[in-house]
DNA sequence: AATTGTAGATTACAGTTGTAATCTATGGTG
DNA sequence: CACCATAGATTACAACTGTAATCTACAATT
């Protein structure tokens, strides 16, 4: 620990009181493996090859990032890694949204709609899903 | 330019191929911008302390990189500088917003308002507006 | 048992970001 | 006209990011 500044101490030592932030490539390996867990990283290589095309050693160390900040963690299988999610996904997409809203649309999903409404990215299919679930919402809450 | 690698020449000969990045910081003070332009450094430092507290060197120092970025642009006016936008605030947003919701919901709305309707994060008055929004939308696209 | 492929750990490295302090030049003030 | 406050320019700097290459150790193979 030589040559450690006071600054980075400090900020080592409160380093848990900051909320955690998934970087972009972060959330996608996490999302990769939302899909099933646990899973290897072979296997999140794989997921993500899918669609685009990534580089074991770039996964790899995303992986090591995302247990450094326990979002994943992993247990040991002889040779490999075993992976699995500390945050779930629905309370991680909510939060992310809310953070998005808050700072484009004053938090509230309506001017977003409309926003995507006036230029003219709202599909007829969009819309019956969106009655769909206003409908839902009054059927439970009356 | 001595001492350039050539990764970093070729960098530089095609970031005009990038796409540009305003960062979050960057985006408080578009922001504070559009509210309303032509205004100085000293507008911009204003507006954002209604709300929050900026320094004004952090101010000054997001001003020239939104410069850098051709985010906005300046006319001199003797001592100070008048900035003004340069992209327009709707576009950014609808970019944004499709953005998030691709790499979140598969690029549609709805999905985003199911799963705020799911976590009770909508209330009345979203959804009276929802309807709102849908019925102008259903009025214009018959 | 020696070898080797491979998994994870460590190191690399430039660019971006948040957050300012310091430098420099100039327009306004006494 | 000299001086200074201040605007913008330059410099600073650690953390975070994307993107990998290299190192190290062990498990499986011959």
């Given at each position: 620990m030589a040559g450690v500044t006071l600054k980075q101490l400090i900020t080592h030592v409160i380093y848990r009181e900051k909320a955690m932030e998934v970087s972009k490539a972060e959330f996608e390996i996490l999302n990769a493996i939302w899909a099933e867990y646990p899973c290897t990283a072979k296997d999140v290589v794989d997921r993500l090859n899918q669609q685009d095309s990534w580089h074991e050693k770039t996964v790899k160390t995303l992986l090591g990032r995302l247990v450094k900040k326990q979002a994943i963690s992993f247990e040991k299988r002889s040779r490999h890694y075993l992976y699995q999610p500390l945050i779930d996904k629905n309370e991680y997409i909510i939060k992310e949204s809310d953070n998005f809203l808050k700072r484009?649309?004053?938090?509230?999903?309506s001017p977003l709609v409309a926003s995507f409404a006036k230029s003219e990215k709202l599909s007829q299919n969009d819309v019956d899903e969106l009655k769909k679930i206003i409908s839902d919402w009054e059927q439970s809450n009356d």
């Amino acid at each position: 620990m030589a040559g450690v500044t006071l600054k980075q101490l400090i900020t080592h030592v409160i380093y848990r009181e900051k909320a955690m932030e998934v970087s972009k490539a972060e959330f996608e390996i996490l999302n990769a493996i939302w899909a099933e867990y646990p899973c290897t990283a072979k296997d999140v290589v794989d997921r993500l090859n899918q669609q685009d095309s990534w580089h074991e050693k770039t996964v790899k160390t995303l992986l090591g990032r995302l247990v450094k900040k326990q979002a994943i963690s992993f247990e040991k299988r002889s040779r490999h890694y075993l992976y699995q999610p500390l945050i779930d996904k629905n309370e991680y997409i909510i939060k992310e949204s809310d953070n998005f809203l808050k700072r484009l649309f004053g938090g509230k999903v309506s001017p977003l709609v409309a926003s995507f409404a006036k230029s003219e990215k709202l599909s007829q299919n969009d819309v019956d899903e969106l009655k769909k679930i206003i409908s839902d919402w009054e059927q439970s809450n009356d």
